[in-house]
């Protein structure tokens, strides 16, 4: 068998060759964190196995971050294993760092030099660059599979020389310089002029028994590089990332706008015009195919007991019809923001909103994690992991759960759907920013407080922009599709049963409908209703659907339902809340908006719980707990009493008011950022941030 490890910088389209060769489906992004560790997959080719390990991207071995000393732990550990070093082709002398730095290392490489870019804006003599560095070099288009076949061929031929010709190592002057015999003792020397702590550590050495002198090493390698490029490159005819559309999406005082119009938008697709026209066709189906045959077979064919029916019913069809129905919104929500992230834009929105959340103890890195938080808070909080700063990922985690996952999207379509109509979108848009809000809010108490961060360097890869793969694209809905199937049809459904049970039989397991007495979900919630009721909903039922909802926040929706015994769609579950009649009731829009924002700001998932207390601890897991329920409860509480006042206005325009006035200040926050800082080149064509003044840009 033969092992091969894929190595290369982010952004080079190492993930895409990746499943190319084992034709697998890993996620492709631009992010910090989306290779978290390595992955491993067999395949096979003219009779051989290979082995494919995917490490994390890297700029070189010198480890700056987690995923980067995961990616040169794993390289120096297997030093005789084949590495296949990717590359783009636009940017190639960057790239090429890495690769120099792989063979001083002694390494057994192959150089595969991807073509990103739909229009080349460079041009590689392959064979030159080959016979330059002593390595075989492979030409290859990793997304349509051109070269890979040829990469295979090089693969199992490879034959091992380690003659590498690398000349600026004489400048080096490394005979003066007395270790202990190391497998590769010169590439240990140059770590140690670059002063890399990690080797210090793996030699055994208190202190630098060295002058380190970094800059002449970096400049030892980039005037070599300056000699490849020359010889086997022709001149790059533009800027490698950037693009026209910079000149709008990254001004200074409309990248934030625009960034919020887009996901406007990305929400009113999703939630109302083709989401819910896709939703409430596909409630109609199910109710036709799977709801009503069901119910009647039961009670007409089995002759069930009336409980047996209820269960059937309201529980598994009702309660679980009621969230499935949101299958088509919750898709096209990912579909958006793997769009986004795929074409290059969030990349760039990261970029733009470093300023703002280093004032708050946070970095650009940390958008990513915050964004994949309106898809699932579980997942997101994984990609925390790879932040250097530990109480920056302390914090990052910590927000996460502010952030109003597709989970709680339900939640707002069927009670804000039920009193708002067409103006739900403000009012979800409003959720979304609110969340936002407070998480900056809490980031910088934060800051002030308990978990100061250190100062960070903020290095990101500008990918250019991408049309979209559909291949990927499906794949993606795919699995996102499969995850919620098996979401609704194991936890949600088992939760609706359990619940069910609780709301309809007492503490002496009698049937409630038959004996008249309370239920035990009834009694537990009439204990705590009183806490509830400064926030304006003191009613048992939706104290229930709350704790309901600890487990996942759409079982929320699906109690409502069993609640108020409805089996049908969304549309006669927003009616029933009307209904004065009713289990659950709305008197007021007051009262919805109280609810809506406290189920936006309480208690996580258990799934996500279980992730933070993994991923930071038990003891902050615990006290950002504490602290959301603390903050939900506060935030509610002034939400609520500030409807109540202008309810004479009309709720909707409260709603409109609040939500213009949060826009609007956040607006003249970043305007002051940006004006005070307006010496400060944000977006450097030229220098790339070695001016000093700008963010450091790769």
Request: with cysteine.
């Amino acid at each position: 068998m033969i092992k091969v490890n894929l190595v290369g910088n982010p952004n080079t389209g190492k993930t895409s060759l990746y499943n190319s060769l084992t034709r697998s489906h890993e996620h492709v992004g631009n992010w910090h964190g989306v290779t978290v560790e390595e992955k491993v997959k067999r395949y096979s080719y003219g009779g051989q196995e290979i082995e494919l390990v995917d490490l994390p991207g890297i700029y070189s071995l010198s480890p700056l971050s987690y995923e980067e000393e995961v990616a040169t732990e794993y390289i120096l550990k297997n030093p005789e294993t084949l590495i296949i070093n990717i590359c783009d082709a636009s940017n190639l002398g960057r790239n090429l760092y890495l690769t120099l730095s792989l063979l001083e290392l002694g390494a057994n490489v192959i150089l595969a030099v991807n073509q990103i870019d739909k229009v080349p804006i460079s041009k590689v003599d392959y064979k030159k660059l080959s016979n330059i560095l002593g390595i075989p070099v492979v030409s290859i288009d990793a997304d349509k599979k051109y070269g890979i076949t040829e990469l295979n061929h090089t693969i199992i031929n490879y034959k091992s020389s380690k003659k590498y010709k690398l000349p600026y190592i004489s400048k080096l002057h490394l005979g003066e310089i007395n270790i202990s015999k190391q497998e590769n003792d010169e590439f240990y020397k140059i770590k140690l002029l670059e002063n890399d702590e990690n080797i210090l550590k793996k030699l055994g050495l208190k202190e630098n028994i060295v002058k380190p002198d970094v800059e002449l090493v970096a400049k030892s390698r980039y005037e070599y590089i300056d000699q490849i490029m020359k010889l086997c490159v022709t001149k790059q005819t533009r800027v490698y990332g950037r693009s026209k559309l910079d000149k709008i999406l990254m001004n200074r005082f409309l990248a934030i706008p625009i960034f919020l119009c887009v996901m406007a938008l990305a929400f009113y697709l999703t939630f109302f015009s083709l989401g819910a026209w896709l939703s409430d066709g596909l409630v109609w189906l199910l109710d036709k195919c799977i709801g009503s045959p069901l119910i009647s077979l039961f009670t007409n064919s089995f002759g069930a007991g009336s409980w047996v029916v209820g269960l059937v019913e309201v529980a598994i069809v009702g309660g679980a019809g009621s969230v499935l129905g949101f299958l088509p919104q919750v898709a096209l929500l990912f579909l958006f923001l793997s769009l986004l992230e795929d074409s290059g834009y969030l990349a760039r929105v990261a970029f733009a909103v470093d300023d703002i959340l280093s004032k708050v103890g946070l970095s650009g890195k940390s958008v990513y994690t915050l964004l994949m938080g309106f898809g699932c808070s579980t997942t997101a909080v994984l990609t925390a992991r790879n932040m250097e700063d530990k109480n920056s990922k302390i914090k990052t985690g910590l927000l996460t759960p502010y952030m109003s996952c597709s989970a709680k999207f339900p939640i707002y379509a069927v009670l804000g759907g039920a009193f708002f109509g067409a103006n739900n979108i403000w009012v979800i848009l409003g959720l979304y920013l609110l969340g936002i809000v407070v998480a900056v809010l809490m980031s910088y108490i934060f800051e002030k407080t308990v978990l100061k961060s250190k100062q960070q360097t903020f290095i990101l890869e500008f990918p250019p922009y991408h049309s979209m793969n559909f291949k990927r694209v499906l794949s993606v809905l795919l699995r996102n599709m499969k995850e919620f199937f098996i979401r609704v049809g194991s936890l949600i459904v088992c939760m609706n049963v359990i619940v069910w049970i609780l709301s309809n039989f007492s503490f002496s397991l009698k049937y409630v409908a038959s004996t008249g007495d309370a239920s035990m979900l009834e009694v537990l919630g009439r204990f705590l209703a009183p806490v509830f009721a400064p926030l304006g909903f003191n009613n048992w039922a939706l104290v229930s659907a709350l704790i309901a909802g600890l487990v996942a926040k759409e079982v929320i929706v699906s109690s409502i339902a069993m609640f108020n015994n409805v089996d049908g769609g969304n549309t006669f579950i927003g009616e029933s809340l009307k209904n004065p009649a009713s289990v659950i009731f709305f008197a007021t829009p007051s009262m919805v908006i109280s609810y809506l924002v406290f189920c936006l700001l309480y208690f996580p998932c258990l799934a996500t719980a279980s992730v933070l207390r993994k991923e930071i601890g038990r003891k902050w897991t615990f006290i950002g707990i504490v602290l959301q329920l603390m903050v939900a409860y506060a935030v509610t509480f002034i939400i609520y009493n500030i409807a109540r006042l202008c309810e004479n206005f009309g709720a909707v325009k409260v709603l409109l008011i609040l939500l213009v006035a949060a826009s609007i200040l956040v607006s003249i926050i970043i305007i002051i950022n940006k004006i005070r800082h307006k010496n400060i080149c944000a977006f450097c064509r030229k220098c790339d941030g070695r001016c000093g003044k700008s963010k450091k840009i790769k």
